[in-house]
């Protein structure tokens, strides 16, 4: 996208862009809910310039994530059986890990502002949350309030559980040598895992899928350690299907 736009920020630029990179495209509709939701005019070339000219890409991606998990949410709950129950979980793990990250990187922002928190208009923090997961509404409804990261460790010890213990992770960050990406990717193994279980349901697919992305995390992060000549940092990654996993010994 930024590259179309930079070769050509003409009007027919940006109707090109609209219809060969946006529409044409699985993700297409998710563009078009958005632009949907700032713009009346969608077959006008200028208004969606003005629209992709004003959201910064980061603000987009993170919209296009959520509308993403909500429409794969409710596509699974359509299946049914144990594919609604497991991958249910799965999508709903993943919606709440978008949820803090998202309250945890607007801070310093603009987005972190009182006027940008809350409201139904676009882009705002509460627009950026995903509509479903184990947070969702009460958990989602406190990220909105917060703040700072104080208040945000608050708010997740309220709820408790999981969530409460991963963000113990960020806060002794500088002690365990763990961010709360790696407690995020921890817990998402671990759910990945488990959807082997059971019979005749898709979240083997998917979680199959996810490891292999995970693995591919493994490997680039040993590389970049070898490169590094940081042989001592090597062995921290989310092992896959390991006996030496942490929700394994901890057993």
């Known amino acids: 996208m930024k590259m179309c736009t930079t070769s050509d920020s003409s009007p027919k630029g940006y109707s090109d862009l609209y219809q060969e990179v946006l529409v044409e495209t699985p993700v297409g509709k998710y563009f078009s809910q958005i632009l949907e939701e700032k713009s009346s005019k969608l077959e006008n070339a200028s208004e969606v310039r003005h629209v992709l000219e004003e959201v910064e890409i980061e603000i987009l991606k993170h919209s296009l994530m959520k509308l993403y998990l909500e429409d794969f949410y409710y596509f699974c709950m359509e299946l049914g059986g144990d594919t609604a129950t497991v991958m249910g979980d799965l999508l709903k793990a993943k919606a709440d890990q978008r949820a803090i990250n998202v309250t945890l990187n607007s801070f310093g922002t603009p987005l972190n502002e009182a006027s940008m928190r809350d409201g139904d208009g676009w882009p705002t923090r509460k627009s950026l949350l995903p509509s479903i997961g184990f947070l969702y509404p009460q958990g989602t409804a406190e990220l909105v309030k917060v703040s700072d990261e104080a ?95 942490p929700w394994r010994t901890a057993r």
Not at 156 to 161: Q, S, T
Not at 198 to 213: D, I, N, R, S, T
Request: hydrophobic share 45%; aromatic share 12%; charged share 25%.
């Open 151 to 245: 208040s945000l460790g608050q708010a997740l010890d309220r709820v408790g559980g999981v969530y409460a213990a991963i963000w113990q992770v960020h806060v002794n960050e500088g002690v365990n040598d763990k961010s709360i990406d790696d407690a995020f990717f921890e817990r998402e193994v671990q759910l990945l895992e488990l959807a082997f279980d059971g019979q005749m349901h898709f979240g083997p697919f998917y979680a199959y899928v996810k490891l292999k992305e995970q693995e591919i995390r493994n490997l680039v992060w040993i590389s970049e350690c070898i490169v590094q000549q940081q042989k001592d940092e090597i062995n921290k990654f989310v092992p896959t299907f390991s006996l030496s996993a």
